[in-house]
């Protein structure tokens, strides 16, 4: 596709419920990011993928947070038992390599916990 | 980990006025420094970077310089225009693989 896709793009969900956040890089991109951005805070890293390979999971704030790429292209963030705290805009992005260059961000899915 | 600092948190000048957004971190092992813009309630978007054996990089009206030895970054826009106005980010790494953000810059142009 032309750019990053995320969906869903808002999602409210009681406590407790568990969600899935799904991005779809940019084709050929071979590094794939998971950030989260709280109200009037800069992004936080989650997690990185390079291919499918996950190689850096130290932001996940907890064991509830898990994310995928199984097959090197799509991935999904999976937050289960969410809590308030959860609430914010995760950011899904994409560069072509992780040695440095431009990371292309999708527009966000804004998670709302209730 | 990276500690990231930006000063000033809000800046307004005056159209075709310059302004400045400084940025200290703590990585010594940093070696890539891009600056982020993002408007409201949209994503953030690179507008210039630079790596660690440049001290110094323009992109027209933007440009970046890069102090090592101190570590700090800044981000200078000359004759700013009303479409500048957004949240300005530095996000130094090793790489681009984990990406510290800074809290942010609004900066406001004054028509």
């Known amino acids: 596709g032309a750019g990053v896709s995320q969906s869903p793009r808002y999602k409210v969900a009681k406590r407790g419920q568990d969600v899935a956040l799904r991005c779809d890089p940019i084709?050929?991109?071979?590094?794939l990011f998971w950030y989260q951005q709280a109200l009037g805070q800069g992004p936080e890293f989650l997690t990185y993928?390079?291919?499918?390979?996950?190689?850096?999971k130290s932001g996940l704030p907890s064991d509830r947070f898990f994310a995928e790429r199984p097959e090197g292209s799509v991935s999904t963030l999976k937050i289960q038992r969410t809590q308030q705290e959860d609430s914010a805009v995760y950011l899904c992005?994409?560069?072509?390599?992780?040695?440095?260059?431009?990371?292309?961000f999708g527009e966000g899915s804004r998670l709302t916990v209730l | 980990g990276e500690n990231v600092e930006q000063h000033p948190s809000t800046l307004s000048v005056q159209e075709g006025d310059s302004a400045v957004i400084k940025c200290t971190y703590s990585?010594?092992?940093?070696?890539?420094f891009p600056w982020y813009k993002q408007e409201l309630g949209k994503r953030p978007q690179l507008i210039i970077d630079?790596?660690?054996?440049?001290g110094e990089k323009k992109d027209q009206r933007i440009a970046v310089t890069l102090n090592k030895t101190a570590k700090h970054f800044s981000l200078h826009i000359t004759e700013t225009q009303p479409e500048d106005s957004a949240v300005y980010f530095c996000?130094?790494?090793?790489?681009?693989?984990?990406?510290?953000f800074g809290t942010g810059t609004r900066l406001t142009i004054i028509p």
């Open positions: 992005a994409s560069s072509l390599t992780g040695l440095a260059g431009e990371l292309f």
């Open positions: 084709s050929g991109h071979v590094s």
């Open positions: 993928f390079q291919n499918e390979a996950q190689l850096d």
């Open positions: 990585d010594s092992a940093s070696n890539y």
């Open positions: 630079i790596r660690s054996n440049v």
């Open positions: 996000a130094p790494g090793f790489g681009n693989e984990k990406l510290t």
